[in-house]
């Protein structure tokens, strides 16, 4: 089975920078190899649906940055440690919400972003408060 815990959620100042991380793991019986998985960045905030905000590769790094977020968010992989981060830079308060981490063996990230009906596991999430 595949698991996925995110970290760095907190409390930081508008304009300030955090860094979210994505420890993935699987039982050492499983024949797919972490570079198969495709990874996924998604955010909810209370009263709004869930939205996709950036995927990666394993396989090559390659990886898209939605619109809303671009030029402030960079998604990035450590291969060899099964982690995933998403570097937020410049937050807004417009950027508090749950952060989740998803993942699935067959999703290939485009330049379409994620959705979230592409991913079969996802973490608890972690919160991320940005104040005025």
């Known amino acids: 089975q595949v698991q996925l815990v995110e970290s760095g959620g907190g409390l930081v100042q508008a304009g300030g920078s955090l860094r979210l991380s994505c420890a993935f793991s699987?039982?050492?019986?499983?024949?797919?190899?972490?570079?198969?998985?495709?990874m996924g960045w998604f955010r909810q905030a209370p009263g709004k649906e869930r939205e996709g905000i950036s995927c990666?590769?394993?396989?090559?790094?390659?990886?898209t940055v939605v619109g809303s977020v671009k030029g402030r968010f960079t998604i990035s992989r450590d291969k060899g440690k099964n982690v995933i981060y998403l570097q937020m830079n410049n937050v807004k308060p417009e950027d508090t919400a749950v952060y989740y981490c998803?993942?699935?063996?067959?999703?290939?990230?485009?330049?379409?972003?994620?959705?979230?009906?592409?991913?079969?596991?996802w973490g608890i999430g972690t919160q991320v408060t940005v104040s005025s």
């Open positions: 998803a993942t699935d063996p067959d999703y290939y990230c485009s330049d379409d972003g994620p959705d979230a009906t592409d991913f079969t596991s």
């Open positions: 699987k039982s050492t019986g499983s024949t797919r190899p972490f570079s198969t998985y495709g």
């Open positions: 990666i590769n394993s396989s090559d790094g390659s990886a």
